[in-house]
């Protein structure tokens, strides 16, 4: 069972950045994931993508975020970094990491971020 833990969520001022972190743990298995990545829902609206990395090296960003927005991660694709720029109060949302392997689809509990207007 794969474990996702979110980190770096906040209250930031409109133009404002904020750095997300989340870490996959397998116990002392590899996780071998071949999607890692972000997605956020605002109260009353559907979940939406953010931003993911694959395994072969291709990111994918949502319409909302493009050019606002930087997703990395490490080589193991253990941890995902997003990297927010110019928030806006329409930013505001609880962020969840995702990851995917095998057949298999985790979810993180989110971290929230509020883009204050």
């Known amino acids: 069972q794969v474990q996702l833990e979110e980190s770096g969520g906040g209250l930031v001022e409109a133009g404002g950045s904020l750095r997300l972190s989340c870490t996959a743990t397998?116990?002392?298995?590899?996780?071998?994931?071949?999607?890692l990545g972000w997605y956020r829902q605002a109260p009353g609206k559907q979940r939406e993508l953010v931003a993911t990395?694959?395994?072969?090296?291709?990111?994918n960003y949502g319409d909302a975020v493009k050019g606002r927005v930087t997703i990395s991660r490490t080589s193991a694709m253990t941890t995902s970094f997003l990297q927010m720029n110019g928030l806006k109060p329409e930013d505001t949302g609880v962020y969840c990491c995702?990851?995917?392997?095998?057949?298999?689809?985790?979810w993180g509990q989110g971290t929230q971020v509020t883009g204050a207007s």
């Open positions: 990395n694959t395994r072969g090296g291709s990111t």
């Open positions: 995702k990851l995917a392997r095998d057949s298999q689809v985790y």
């Open positions: 397998m116990g002392f298995n590899s996780v071998r994931a071949n999607v």
